[in-house]
């Protein structure tokens, strides 16, 4: 069974950092596409950040560019969403998510996902 | 960017209703489109892939149709499990987007 879980989430105050992670299981983590998501009352769904299968290439928001960096270690499953300079507008549940299938072609990263994990709440307030 | 909006925001409707929820691209998507249903505390999960094809698992109740800059996703009989919000997402480029979302809820 797929399992994603992420984790990491918490409160910080505005500048401050945090460091969220994804931990993968049940599939060829190598393989795969991996992306963040973030979810507000007020903003729905957004997109933040995609990382390719084998980590050279990455792709970002304009929201977060230059704040957040998104990295991967294949030998352990996991990806990694560090975020700086944090804003009271980062406030959001954070998801990971899975490219719903395998691609082994060009603009893999432009993507569905599935499944996604559990989310974990970042809180920016002073 | 390409916004997607979607239509209604909400709609009530009783089992065994057909439910028809609508996603406008700002640009052609081709069908770059897909459509995630979610439930109150939990992640999206997806349901509609490449416009019109069924993810793996999801009952064929769920039909997705368009291309280019208009989308449609119909339930064809809502069950009680079908109450959710749901939100079409593009894959066209980056920023990957997403619509504003529609809830069903129960009439």
């Known amino acids: 069974e797929v399992q994603l879980v992420a984790s990491g989430g918490g409160s910080e105050q505005p500048g401050g950092s945090l460091r969220l992670s994804c931990a993968a299981s049940?599939?060829?983590?190598?393989?795969?596409?991996m992306t963040w998501v973030r979810q507000t009352p007020g903003e729905g769904l957004q997109w933040v950040s995609s990382?390719?299968?084998?980590?050279?290439?990455?792709y970002y928001a304009d929201s977060v560019k230059g704040r957040f960096t998104v990295s991967r270690d294949n030998s352990k499953n996991t990806t990694d969403l560090q975020m700086n300079s944090l804003r009271a507008e980062d406030t959001a549940i954070y998801y990971c998510?899975?490219?719903?299938?395998?691609?082994?072609?060009?603009?893999?990263?432009?993507?569905?996902?599935?499944?996604w994990g559990q989310g974990t709440l970042v809180t920016v307030s002073s | 960017d390409i916004q997607m909006t979607q239509s209604p925001s909400s709609v009530s409707a009783s089992v065994g209703d057909r439910v028809t929820i609508t996603c406008r691209a700002s640009?052609?998507?081709?069908?770059?489109l897909a459509w995630y249903q979610q439930k109150p505390g939990k992640a999206p999960k997806l349901l509609i892939y490449?416009?019109?094809s069924l993810q793996s698992g999801v009952p064929s109740r769920f039909r997705g149709s368009g291309s280019g800059t208009d989308f449609t996703l119909t339930i064809s009989s809502l069950q009680p499990e079908d109450f959710a919000t749901y939100y079409c997402?593009?894959?066209?480029?980056?920023?990957?987007?997403f619509g504003g979302g529609t809830k069903v809820e129960i009439k």
């Open positions: 990382i390719s299968a084998s980590g050279e290439s990455t």
């Open positions: 998510a899975k490219r719903f299938r395998y691609c082994s072609g060009g603009s893999c990263e432009l993507s569905w996902f599935d499944p």
């Open positions: 490449g416009a019109s």
């Open positions: 640009q052609g998507i081709s069908t770059w």
């Open positions: 997402q593009q894959a066209d480029s980056f920023p990957l987007t």
């Open positions: 049940g599939f060829t983590f190598s393989n795969y596409v």
